[in-house]
């Protein structure tokens, strides 16, 4: 029972920042309906860019700052000039996820190429301890915490109260009607990559300050549980993403202190294919045609 | 409610998605040898009926009978290796194999077709794939399609799909087909020729069940005229009584 | 020519057949019968196993200086390891395939698969009892050694046509599923499965069957490539591996067993063999990195300018009737169907 509760802990922190990764996924898949697989290496990416500014002695804000911008600008200009391009050719699903594994070894391969296979940290003033409720928690990851809870609030108002916002549910809701409404325009398709981007930035720079030392593989190893995060929550659905992001969190830390630390990955693994055999929501069609039939 | 006679019996057919209910209490008769309509409004559920029939489906309720065995609840395949072929109302055409091959992959008890078979080579298979292209060729200049023989599927018309459709529905040799608006988004004369076509069919004896919007349409080729409104019969006969009948006017008028 | 060049030729012959080999049992489950076995490489992992096992003997216990543990053992002759090799890879795919092959999209499908992959990883990894774990099974004796006394160069060429026999008779097999109308089938299943089932095809089973025979042959080509190179660990065959393969079969021509053999011969081989001879230059692993970039972004142009590949699936085509030949009758539906 005694590691159970510090282990509660390392959940909550862990699904702190599954639910930035998580939300930029999911409206990321909601809105464009890609399975963006390189997603995971566009956060090590970003944490590669605030270690580059903490490096320069820089504070760590500004390396959250700049992790968020780069992840925000590097994913419209992959959408951009990238993915839609083979959308628009006709690419079929199955061709896309190719597409998006080869973007992710392209990208993985770069920071080997530049930073090489070393182990990395972001220069930080060492972080305090702070205990509650029998868990144990860095000052650090007590920011985590927040920034997360931050991020969930903005998307949150964003989602509720602005055009923009609307626009995006309208899209992940019903792509077809959203387009031919005039709703999904490229704009609003370019801002949804720019704040998932975002997200995704921000989500592999907390990702690198939770794990202290990093290398290339280290957002595409977090990849697998982000994905369940998403498919669990529902494609497309924030706040179910959000939920689903405590759920694998905290269940993955209490296996690795039931179980053993390997298994940490395994939670995701099998929630991740339990989901998509058996209730993928609405994916798995009952009609054989593969659309509702209503006459 | 068995007829002696019918082909196909549904009885008391239910099919619901969520709360909605599409197909709510269908009973219905297919009789042998002639094309038998399925009409009503949009919304009666007819789709979901034929889907049903087929296998597509499962119904939440009812029994399905053919030839006096209960089909009801079979899977789409063993649905049709009784004999009973559909067509889909969205052309379903093999993309990437040509007009011939779609023809070919059709025809039934074919050799070469089980694993073990296709060990035993050519010369096991072959003789019998040559008439069946041979078949199949005769269809192709029956519907005027033979110049299309080696066209990838895929590449076709609108309206050539939607006869390769039906071709490949009759290359399967069925006991009784099941045609879902088999001239939907297809232009007037092409839609006349395959009426013509439907007439010799049935004339030669071939059953038939069709979804057809056009009352124009169904009054040419169909008798009887089976009336679905709401997900239940209301009316079923000849054109003549049917469209004397009190209720199909007020489904039509009100659906 | 001189030793060595026989040496590095013969090698990279035998690399260049195990993986047409993988690719023709790719290019069956993925080219003709459509299904996106994204876990591929675990197939092959498998038969690797499987094969070194049954050419080790039994674990020796560390106790009496044995230093890998693993399941099982025997000391086959070959090619019994091989022939088991690819049964343990059609086995594996035919649990694999009740779970894994479903009316998924299929990009669902491609993670599904790649998560498996992943999974059989981590087990591998840390069972270490099963097949001693991230440090993998070495000292496989190789074939035929102590039958045949020849110069290692001998021996190397023995193993080119060991591997050559094989192909053969692989291609027989995916070449007869693929011109014969069961091929026929399968590709109608996969270009579409509800016509398909309408059309009396046993679907799910027809899959399987592609699925089971891809696994067969993938379990096969690891079986020849564990017995060559007489060692194999989990880093042998992690998930990118699976992207390898993809690539090549997409580069070489999906759905066409020529095409795909070209695709095996441009991507692991060329490509991956080419920067062997680009001198040292960077960090370690730099030249690695490039290589994988190389990969990704010849799998973008590729799919970009020749989706359908080098060699594209063949139309075929049927001959004219034969003079004399019956005309089948066209109508009415057969009596008692």
Same mark, same amino acid.
């Given at each position: 029972?005694?590691?159970?509760?510090?282990?509660?802990?390392?959940?909550?922190?862990?699904?702190?920042?599954?639910?930035?990764?998580? *939300?930029?996924?999911?409206?990321?898949?909601?809105?464009?309906?890609?399975?963006?697989?390189?997603?995971?290496?566009?956060?090590?990416?970003?944490?590669?860019?605030?270690?580059?500014?903490?490096?320069?002695?820089?504070?760590?804000?500004?390396?959250?700052?700049?992790?968020?911008?780069?992840?925000?600008?590097?994913?419209?200009?992959?959408?951009?000039?990238?993915?839609?391009?083979? *959308?628009?050719?006709?690419?079929?699903?199955?061709?896309?996820?190719?597409?998006?594994?080869?973007?992710?070894?392209?990208?993985?391969?770069?920071?080997?190429?530049?930073?090489?296979?070393?182990?990395?940290?972001?220069?930080?003033?060492?972080?305090?301890?702070?205990?509650?409720?029998?868990?144990?928690?860095?000052?650090?990851?007590?920011?985590?915490?927040?920034?997360?809870?931050?991020?969930?609030?903005?998307?949150?108002?964003?989602?509720?109260?602005?055009?923009?916002?609307?626009?995006?549910?309208?899209?992940?809701?019903?792509?077809?009607?959203?387009?031919?409404?005039?709703?999904?325009?490229?704009?609003?398709?370019?801002?949804?990559?720019?704040?998932?981007?975002?997200?995704?930035?921000?989500?592999?720079?907390?990702?690198?300050?939770?794990?202290?030392?990093?290398?290339?593989?280290?957002?595409?190893?977090?990849?697998?549980?982000?994905?369940?995060?998403?498919?669990?929550?529902?494609?497309?659905?924030?706040?179910?993403?959000?939920?689903?992001?405590?759920?694998?969190?905290?269940?993955?830390?209490?296996?690795?202190?039931?179980?053993?630390?390997?298994?940490?990955?395994?939670?995701?693994?099998?929630?991740?294919?339990?989901?998509?055999?058996?209730?993928?929501?609405?994916?798995?069609?009952?009609?054989?045609?593969?659309?509702?039939?209503?006459? | 409610?068995?007829?002696?006679?019918?082909?196909?019996?549904?009885?008391?057919?239910?099919?619901?998605?969520?709360?909605?209910?599409?197909?709510?209490?269908?009973?219905?008769?297919?009789?042998?040898?002639?094309?038998?309509?399925?009409?009503?409004?949009?919304?009666?559920?007819?789709?979901?009926?034929?889907?049903?029939?087929?296998?597509?489906?499962?119904?939440?309720?009812?029994?399905?009978?053919?030839?006096?065995?209960?089909?009801?609840?079979?899977?789409?395949?063993?649905?049709?290796?009784?004999?009973?072929?559909?067509?889909?109302?969205?052309?379903?055409?093999?993309?990437?194999?040509?007009?011939?091959?779609?023809?070919?992959?059709?025809?039934?008890?074919?050799?070469?077709?089980?694993?073990?078979?296709?060990?035993?080579?050519?010369?096991?298979?072959?003789?019998?794939?040559?008439?069946?292209?041979?078949?199949?060729?005769?269809?192709?200049?029956?519907?005027?399609?033979?110049?299309?023989?080696?066209?990838?599927?895929?590449?076709?018309?609108?309206?050539?799909?939607?006869?390769?459709?039906?071709?490949?529905?009759?290359?399967?040799?069925?006991?009784?087909?099941?045609?879902?608006?088999?001239?939907?988004?297809?232009?007037?004369?092409?839609?006349?020729?395959?009426?013509?076509?439907?007439?010799?069919?049935?004339?030669?004896?071939?059953?038939?069940?069709?979804?057809?919007?056009?009352?124009?349409?169904?009054?040419?080729?169909?008798?009887?005229?089976?009336?679905?409104?709401?997900?239940?019969?209301?009316?079923?006969?000849?054109?003549?009584?049917?469209?004397?009948?009190?209720?199909?006017?007020?489904?039509?008028?009100?659906? | 020519?001189?030793?060595?060049?026989?040496?590095?030729?013969?090698?990279?012959?035998?690399?260049?057949?195990?993986?047409?080999?993988?690719?023709?049992?790719?290019?069956?489950?993925?080219?003709?019968?459509?299904?996106?076995?994204? +876990?591929?490489?675990?197939?092959?992992? +498998?038969?690797?196993?499987?094969?070194?096992?049954?050419?080790?003997?039994?674990?020796?216990?560390? /106790?009496?200086?044995?230093?890998?543990?693993?399941?099982?053992?025997?000391?086959?002759?070959?090619?019994?390891?091989?022939?088991?090799?690819?049964?343990?890879?059609?086995?594996?795919?035919?649990?694999?395939?009740?779970?894994?092959?479903?009316?998924?999209?299929?990009?669902?499908?491609?993670?599904?698969?790649?998560?498996?992959?992943?999974? +059989?990883?981590?087990?591998?990894?840390?069972?270490?009892?099963?097949?001693?774990?991230?440090?993998?099974?070495?000292?496989?004796?190789?074939?035929?050694?102590?039958?045949?006394?020849?110069?290692?160069?001998?021996?190397?060429?023995?193993?080119?046509?060991?591997?050559? %026999?094989?192909?053969?008779?692989?291609?027989?097999?995916?070449?007869?599923?693929?011109?014969?109308? @069961?091929?026929?089938?399968?590709?109608?299943?996969?270009?579409?499965?509800? /016509?398909?089932?309408?059309?009396?095809?046993?679907?799910?089973?027809?899959?399987?069957? /592609?699925?089971?025979?891809? %696994?067969?042959?993938?379990?096969?080509?690891?079986?020849? @490539?564990?017995?060559?190179?007489?060692?194999?660990?989990?880093?042998?065959?992690?998930?990118?591996?699976?992207?390898?393969?993809?690539?090549?079969?997409?580069?070489?021509?999906?759905?066409?067993?020529?095409?795909?053999?070209?695709?095996?011969?441009?991507?692991?081989?060329?490509?991956?063999?080419?920067?062997?001879?680009?001198?040292?230059?960077?960090?370690?692993?730099?030249?690695?990195?490039?290589?994988?970039?190389?990969?990704?972004?010849?799998?973008?142009?590729?799919?970009?300018?020749?989706?359908?590949?080098?060699?594209?699936?063949?139309?075929?085509?049927?001959?004219?009737? +034969?003079?004399?030949?019956? /005309?089948?009758?066209?109508?009415?539906?057969?009596?008692?169907?």
């Amino acid at each position: 029972m005694s590691t159970l509760v510090p282990a509660i802990g390392f959940g909550i922190v862990t699904a702190s920042i599954l639910a930035v990764a998580g *939300v930029g996924f999911t409206l990321q898949f909601g809105v464009t309906n890609i399975l963006n697989l390189a997603y995971g290496d566009i956060m090590t990416a970003a944490a590669f860019v605030a270690y580059l500014v903490t490096s320069a002695g820089l504070s760590v804000w500004l390396a959250l700052a700049a992790g968020a911008a780069f992840g925000s600008v590097f994913s419209v200009l992959l959408n951009r000039f990238v993915y839609t391009p083979f *959308v628009r050719r006709g690419t079929r699903l199955f061709g896309m996820i190719i597409v998006t594994i080869a973007v992710s070894l392209i990208i993985q391969n770069s920071l080997l190429a530049i930073f090489g296979a070393n182990f990395f940290s972001l220069q930080m003033p060492r972080p305090a301890s702070v205990t509650t409720a029998g868990m144990v928690f860095t000052t650090a990851q007590l920011g985590i915490i927040g920034i997360a809870i931050a991020a969930m609030l903005a998307i949150h108002l964003l989602l509720r109260y602005t055009k923009l916002g609307k626009a995006m549910r309208a899209t992940a809701t019903d792509p077809e009607l959203a387009r031919s409404c005039g709703i999904a325009t490229d704009r609003v398709i370019d801002l949804a990559w720019a704040i998932s981007g975002a997200l995704c930035g921000l989500a592999g720079v907390i990702l690198v300050i939770n794990v202290t030392s990093f290398t290339d593989t280290t957002g595409a190893q977090f990849l697998i549980p982000i994905v369940a995060v998403a498919v669990l929550g529902g494609i497309g659905q924030p706040y179910g993403a959000m939920l689903a992001a405590l759920v694998i969190g905290i269940a993955s830390e209490l296996a690795a202190a039931i179980f053993s630390p390997e298994y940490k990955d395994v939670v995701a693994f099998v929630i991740l294919v339990a989901v998509l055999i058996a209730r993928p929501q609405g994916i798995l069609s009952e009609v054989a045609t593969g659309k509702e039939v209503a006459a | 409610m068995s007829e002696t006679g019918a082909l196909l019996t549904v009885t008391d057919l239910h099919r619901q998605f969520g709360g909605v209910h599409a197909v709510n209490g269908a009973s219905f008769h297919v009789p042998p040898g002639r094309i038998t309509g399925l009409i009503g409004p949009n919304g009666a559920g007819k789709s979901t009926a034929l889907n049903v029939i087929a296998g597509a489906l499962k119904p939440t309720a009812g029994k399905i009978s053919y030839r006096d065995q209960d089909i009801t609840g079979l899977p789409s395949y063993k649905v049709a290796r009784r004999g009973i072929i559909r067509t889909f109302q969205i052309s379903s055409e093999f993309a990437k194999l040509t007009v011939l091959e779609n023809l070919l992959v059709a025809a039934p008890g074919q050799r070469g077709e089980a694993l073990w078979q296709a060990a035993l080579g050519k010369r096991y298979w072959r003789p019998q794939e040559r008439a069946m292209v041979q078949r199949a060729r005769q269809l192709l200049a029956r519907f005027d399609m033979s110049a299309k023989e080696d066209e990838y599927a895929g590449n076709l018309s609108g309206g050539q799909k939607r006869l390769l459709e039906l071709m490949r529905g009759l290359m399967a040799d069925p006991a009784l087909l099941l045609l879902d608006e088999p001239m939907a988004g297809v232009n007037p004369s092409l839609a006349r020729r395959i009426e013509r076509h439907l007439l010799d069919l049935s004339g030669a004896g071939l059953t038939m069940l069709m979804i057809e919007h056009e009352l124009a349409v169904v009054e040419r080729l169909c008798d009887p005229v089976i009336v679905m409104a709401q997900g239940r019969v209301i009316s079923q006969g000849t054109m003549a009584e049917v469209r004397a009948d009190r209720e199909v006017l007020d489904a039509y008028l009100i659906g | 020519m001189s030793v060595a060049w026989q040496f590095y030729i013969s090698t990279v012959l035998v690399y260049l057949g195990v993986d047409v080999i993988a690719c023709w049992g790719l290019n069956l489950q993925f080219g003709v019968a459509g299904l996106i076995n994204f +876990a591929f490489i675990i197939f092959q992992a +498998a038969g690797a196993y499987t094969a070194a096992v049954l050419t080790l003997g039994p674990a020796i216990p560390a /106790a009496k200086g044995g230093f890998q543990q693993y399941v099982g053992g025997a000391h086959w002759p070959f090619p019994l390891p091989i022939l088991a090799a690819g049964v343990v890879g059609g086995l594996l795919a035919l649990l694999v395939g009740s779970f894994g092959i479903r009316r998924l999209r299929s990009d669902y499908e491609a993670m599904v698969m790649l998560v498996v992959s992943l999974i +059989a990883t981590s087990v591998v990894t840390n069972q270490v009892g099963l097949v001693n774990g991230p440090n993998g099974l070495a000292l496989v004796p190789k074939p035929l050694a102590s039958i045949v006394s020849l110069s290692p160069i001998g021996y190397q060429w023995l193993f080119v046509g060991i591997t050559a %026999g094989v192909c053969v008779c692989v291609y027989w097999l995916v070449h007869i599923v693929t011109s014969s109308p @069961l091929g026929r089938t399968l590709r109608a299943v996969r270009d579409n499965e509800h /016509a398909a089932a309408a059309l009396g095809k046993n679907v799910t089973g027809l899959r399987m069957i /592609a699925f089971v025979l891809g %696994g067969v042959i993938a379990g096969i080509s690891g079986a020849i @490539l564990v017995e060559f190179i007489s060692a194999w660990s989990p880093g042998s065959w992690l998930y990118p591996e699976t992207f390898v393969y993809f690539t090549a079969v997409i580069v070489g021509g999906l759905g066409n067993n020529l095409g795909v053999m070209v695709g095996a011969l441009l991507v692991p081989v060329v490509f991956l063999e080419a920067t062997r001879f680009i001198p040292q230059f960077g960090p370690p692993g730099f030249i690695d990195a490039l290589q994988w970039i190389v990969v990704g972004v010849l799998a973008l142009v590729f799919l970009w300018f020749w989706p359908r590949g080098v060699i594209p699936e063949r139309r075929r085509r049927f001959p004219p009737a +034969a003079e004399g030949e019956e /005309a089948q009758p066209l109508m009415p539906a057969k009596a008692g169907r």
